[in-house]
């Protein structure tokens, strides 16, 4: 932890930079006041890891723009719920009488730290740097399991159903169940 103090408070006297750089990247000056609260929480918690204090600033800016990433797949998460929840009930499918079990069973056949990540960050809606820290692993290891997790269950989903997202599985016509 070289120095670490010092560039925290270099960092927080280029707040108004750093602020500027998120608010052009998001919708609301509250939301970038937001991102760059919690990329300064991330940054501190990982103080300890950063060494080289001549890429201090390189290393927050990374951050920061995981942080804006993370932001917009909140963002977009809840709006895909929104529209989910705003659908006409006259206008949904009806539901079949008995329902396709090939979502579980396809879940069930992923490496299991695959179907955690694809249950913690897809499904319930964790932030991938949580799931990584209470896995203790790297952030960016979380992001290749994710990765991989979805590439496979695509895959999966493709050669069993003949459909091409998850949610198509879980409501698909396939006599494979």
């Known amino acids: 932890m070289v120095g670490a103090m010092d560039w925290l408070r270099r960092i927080e006297q280029d707040r108004a930079r750093y602020l500027r750089f998120v608010r ?3 919708v609301s000056q509250a939301d970038a006041e ?4 919690r990329a300064l929480l991330r ?3 990982r103080a300890s890891t950063q060494e080289d204090e001549r890429r ?3 290393w927050f800016f990374q951050i920061v723009r995981r942080a804006i990433v993370d932001h917009h797949r909140t963002r977009a998460r809840e709006r895909a719920r929104e529209s989910d929840t705003d659908v006409d009930a006259e206008a949904a499918p009806e539901p079949r009488a008995e329902s396709c079990r090939c979502g579980d069973e396809l879940m069930r056949e ?3 730290s695959h179907a955690e990540m694809l249950r913690r960050v897809d499904a319930d809606g964790e932030p991938a740097e949580d799931v990584a820290q209470s896995l203790d692993i790297t952030v960016g290891n979380a992001y290749v399991r994710l990765h991989r997790a979805r590439r496979s269950l695509r895959a999966q989903v493709a050669r069993r159903c003949g459909v091409h997202t998850f949610r198509e599985a879980l409501a698909c016509p396939c006599e494979a169940c």
Not at 34 to 37: A, E, G, K, N
């Open 24 to 26: 052009a990247r998001v």
């Open 56 to 58: 201090a600033e390189a």
């Open 110 to 112: 992923l490496a299991p």
């Open 34 to 37: 937001d991102v760059l609260q």
């Open 43 to 45: 940054a501190v918690s």
